[in-house]
């Protein structure tokens, strides 16, 4: 492997590990899919193309990975949460802030679909031509998917910091 | 400037902070008389902003042992440029190189060391490939290093102090690469020299040591005008002490 790839597939590893933690709300499960997405990079770097940069390419590699889980029902994405390991990850709870726990509640309810679009482009920062390169759909699909999921979370996050707020005022 | 309709996508790049500045100017006018529509992309940046924050914490931990260690049995025990990848990551959450540990206020600096040690740790066991580049080789190693690393680098002489240079290599820094060079003494004890762009002092800060110790691994390490530099060993602090001096010296001559 070149140098120069090892370094940038080095890079790679958080903004993997951020991504799967976020798709899939389990720690564990999330660390396998990034194992499995190095493992297989690594063995194809060789035939990489550079049509892409390293890092939507890595993506691309763990796209599929999960889709063929998802299709091979060894994984669901809409498992329950692994509480333990949330909270063996979660940072220590500050009011003004939301938590890992929150984000995946809210990121739970919307279609896998929708919540990759979300986090490719709000999260991970990648561009609309990439994020369609990586789920392998066109642009326009992109969008709509990024325009479903935006309305459907919007305010949600807000809200649950407010909530956290005033947690005596909250009313069930 | 333009007179092509305001869709649904311009507001998603303008959300994301993808547009160029003309269209950007045009959307902003258009959504300054749209307020329901302000409101939604405005929305639309906060979650974003809220996720990244909240996710944040996700990147910057240390990667868990169990994945960044090969499995015995694993087809890519036999692939070492794999599972020297994963062993920096996972020997850097051993000795608690954490993003946290980076984000207070007098780290970057620390930081920067705490990557030497691991590397040190890391690469001086190797008995078969402990450089990429040998010392045979050291004018193509200086060349290719200095290349990457956008400024001549030079493999201070050491053999007065007792070590031979072994070869050197490039490591993933914080953004851009980094050098390590590796040296030997007779009794076969490694020491290493890490050497970065990406701390560097303001030309008016006179170079001081600083001096970290974690694992058994010692660190000598300071910043000039042009690169940070780290000298880690296992090797007594005293003459340590004396390597770092000699490396100053040769790197980085008194005026």
Redesign the interface.
Known sequence: ?R??D??????C???L??YA??LLADAHLA?DL??DT??RA??KLSFWQRRSGLRAWTFSIMHNLFVDRLRSDRLRAERPLDEAALDM???PAQHD????R??DRVLQRLPVEQRSV??L???E?L??EDVARILEIPVGTV?SR??RA?EA??????ST?EARREPLQRVK | MTSQPISEADLHAWADERLAPARRAAVEAWLADHPDDHARVDDWRRDARLLRRALAQVAEQAMPPRLALPAPQSRLAPFAPMAALLLVAAVGAGVGWTARDRTAARSTIDAFAQRAAVAHVVYTPDMRRPVEVGAEQEQQLLTWLSKRLGDGVEAPALQPLGYRLVGGRLLPGEHHPVAQFMYEDAQAHRLTLYVSREVRADAAEPARFRFASAEGVHTFYWVDGRFGYAISAEADKTRLLEVAHAVHDQLDPPK
């Open positions: 492997m140098v120069d090892q370094v940038q597939l080095l890079a590893i958080p903004h590990r951020r933690r976020a660390d990034v194992q190095l493992e690594c063995w990850l979660a940072a802030r939301l938590e890992l929150d984000v979300l986090l482009v709000a999260v920062e561009s609309y969008m990024l325009s935006r979370m919007r305010g949600r996050l807000g910091i």
